[in-house]
């Protein structure tokens, strides 16, 4: 049984930052390339990083590099992705989501995912 546990959303300002956490288990980690991903109101759910299982490698869509940046805690079984100088535009559920195959930001190719964490950007 694959669990992912997404945390650490909430209202932040525009030009914030917040740091999101994806708990599992160790066993998912050496299985599974853990992406991230978010869907806003009224559009599909879009790639936004992903870390390889095998050698830690990170890839990002071509439009989150920069202000966005993925992470690996092995010994508390946790992906982050830290998020700086934020947008309304940002403004989405987060998932994070288990790939067996490749590390990829396609959301049709994740396996697993996480019930998301709400992120709000406003002033």
């Known amino acids: 049984q694959v669990q992912l546990v997404e945390s650490g959303g909430g209202l932040v300002q525009p030009g914030g930052s917040l740091r999101l956490s994806c708990v599992t288990s160790?066993?998912?980690?050496?299985?599974?390339?853990i992406g991230w991903f978010r869907q806003a109101p009224g559009k599909e759910r879009e790639g936004i990083s992903c870390i390889s299982r095998t050698d830690g490698r990170t890839y990002y869509a071509d439009s989150m590099e920069g202000r966005f940046t993925i992470s690996r805690d092995n010994a508390k079984n946790t992906v982050h992705l830290q998020m700086n100088s934020l947008t309304p535009e940002d403004t989405a559920v987060y998932y994070c989501a288990a790939t067996s195959v490749i590390c990829t930001v396609v959301p049709g190719a994740a396996d697993y995912w996480g019930q998301g964490t709400q992120v709000t950007v406003s002033s």
């Open positions: 160790r066993t998912t980690l050496d299985r599974y390339s």
